[in-house]
């Protein structure tokens, strides 16, 4: 049943966004109780292969098409190299450093994608107001990092979540100035999972044993993450493009590093620390900055400024 578009944000879309972010929000917490079970980059390619195989099914269940193949290959397999980058970095930097940190760093791709976008793309040249989001962002970030103080502080961590965004704005550039904007969101997931799911079981034995120690939690903690998130969430995320302006749905994201910092605090007992509450409010309004547009301006810009970072 194709979704009725809508010019302005309802109830039902504003609690949908909510529901949205607040799962990729505990996603990041997920992820990091599940490494006390298995390697960060073991627990990252099963996340691919069994989010792979439900999008697959989904595909198959709705008749949809993913495209061609030939046509797509090259820029399909540059997705999926980005997302093995992206997600290895953030998985193993949350093996090291605290979901707070690493929330608030890992979401600073807006800034990253502005300032490529703008040396990139024909049209997409920085405004007043993106310039100020990215000095908001940027300072956040400064302010994070030199806060060397307390036990939860990893600089090698640090450094890894900052990779970790700059591999989602490498994916959101991808879609936009290549073939792969044509084809559908499946298949874009679907790229992208499928050869990060080869590339993360083919490595994840060179960095130690894949089981840690495994127990029956991780097995929901697992199935939390390639559902809620990386398969069935991704559906809904674009479910919600194609409802109501890119623009606003993109706007919510700031919310997601927020609520992280906060559920990190609550459920893992992280410190709240002075920096921590300072560059994220600097990030945040970075990330409103930065993606608040009068009209979104087509359908390939519009999924690449809101790509979730499954």
Request: glycine share 8%; aromatic share 10%; charged share 15%.
């Amino acid at each position: 049943m194709r979704a009725m578009r809508k010019d302005h944000l309802d109830p039902a879309g504003f609690a949908a966004l909510v529901l949205f972010t607040t799962v990729l929000a505990g996603n990041q917490i997920v992820m990091k109780l599940t490494n006390a079970g298995l390697s960060p980059i073991f627990q990252a390619g099963l996340r691919s292969l069994l989010a792979c195989l439900v999008v697959l099914a989904w595909v198959r269940v709705r008749g949809l098409g993913l495209g061609p193949f030939r046509r797509n290959f090259w820029p399909g397999l540059a997705l999926g190299l980005f997302f093995s980058i992206e997600f290895a970095a953030l998985y193993t930097a949350l093996d090291m450093t605290s979901v707070s940190r690493a929330s608030i760093i890992f979401y600073t791709m807006p800034m990253h994608l502005s300032l490529a976008a703008h040396f990139l793309i024909p049209g997409e040249r920085l405004t007043p107001q993106k310039v100020a989001g990215l000095v908001c962002a940027f300072a956040g970030v400064v302010i994070v990092l030199a806060d060397r103080s307390g036990g939860e502080a990893s600089l090698l961590g640090d450094v890894l979540a900052l990779v970790g965004a700059l591999g989602w704005a490498a994916i959101a550039l991808t879609v936009r100035i290549t073939r792969i904007s044509e084809a559908p969101p499946e298949a874009q997931q679907i790229w992208q999972l499928s050869v990060s799911a080869v590339v993360f079981l083919a490595i994840a034995p060179l960095f130690g044993p894949v089981l840690r120690d495994p127990g029956p939690e991780h097995i929901w903690l697992m199935a939390y993450q390639v559902l809620l998130v990386a398969s069935l969430g991704f559906l809904a995320w674009f479910y919600l493009l194609k409802r109501y302006p890119a623009a606003t749905v993109a706007s919510f994201s700031f919310l997601t590093p927020v609520l992280a910092v906060f559920m990190g605090w609550a459920l893992l007992d992280e410190t709240l620390r002075w920096s921590v509450l300072l560059s994220l409010t600097l990030v945040s309004v970075g990330i409103v900055l930065i993606n608040r547009k009068p009209r979104a301006r087509g359908n390939g810009r519009a999924r690449a400024a809101a790509t979730p970072p499954t």
